[in-house]
């Protein structure tokens, strides 16, 4: 049973470019978060997902960040812009739904801006 | 607001010895409790949660934790360590949406 996927797994951009981030979570998984881990700090919440649905935003950023959970495919965080204070660890994790409340981790897409 | 505070930034204990990693809470309500731990360069793994019922909790890899509602802490505990145990560890709390907030992490470094 594969656990959560995350890719890419290391992403470098320029300033001012778009970075896309994938999260496939766990088989039987419909719930999906996204949290940020800056250098030196713990994680911070960003957004709840569950299929087609935004069901709590609100640790993410106004601008320039969008998340998304489609039908068929992967979660998606998007960074419009990306300007180098985006530069940190972005792990996805998943929850089956049901009342067992622990999230799975994925390893991480770890983002650095130049 | 909840929060979650872990006071010590590092944790020194020598192989064999027990270690406590601290965590405190503030929350309203019943609170939900995670442990998890991370590896460098990797995800988080979840060790143990506290939900309801006995104070004790067992985990993985021999790790235990202390829930007293009274002093509002949830500590880390294992009664002998190993070195392969170094690593970071984060306390974490359940909000609405099963949303979590973790703590700011506390490295463990045991040595031989």
């Known amino acids: 049973n594969a656990g959560v996927m995350q890719n890419p797994r290391h992403l470098v951009r320029r300033r001012g470019q778009e970075a896309r981030l994938r999260c496939s979570p766990m088989?039987?998984?419909?719930?999906v978060y996204w949290y940020r881990q800056l250098p030196e700090e713990g994680l911070k919440f960003m957004v709840y997902l569950q299929k087609e649905n935004i069901i709590d935003e609100s640790g993410m950023p106004k601008e320039r960040f969008s998340a998304e959970f489609p039908k068929e495919g992967p979660s998606i965080l998007r960074i419009q812009q990306v300007v180098r204070g985006d530069s940190a660890a972005y792990f996805c994790?998943?929850?089956?739904?049901?009342?067992?409340?622990?999230?799975?981790f994925g390893p991480g897409t770890r983002l650095t801006v130049t | 607001a909840q929060s979650v505070a872990q006071p010590e930034d590092q944790v020194n204990v020598a192989e064999g010895n027990p270690l406590t990693v601290k965590c405190t809470y503030s929350?309203?309500?019943?609170?939900?409790l995670f442990w998890y731990v991370q590896y460098p360069n990797r995800g988080l793994q979840f060790l143990l949660k506290y939900i309801t019922g006995d104070n004790l909790v067992k985990g993985s890899y021999g790790f235990e934790a202390e829930f007293n509602k009274s002093q509002t802490s949830f500590h880390l505990k294992k009664p002998s360590a190993l070195v392969s145990d170094s690593a970071l560890y984060f306390c974490?709390?359940?909000?609405?949406?099963?949303?979590?907030?973790f703590g700011t992490g506390t490295q463990l470094k045991v040595e031989l």
């Open positions: 974490a709390l359940r909000g609405g949406g099963n949303k979590l907030t």
């Open positions: 994790a998943s929850l089956s739904g049901t009342e067992t409340y622990e999230q799975y």
């Open positions: 929350v309203s309500g019943n609170p939900y």
């Open positions: 088989k039987g998984h419909s719930h």
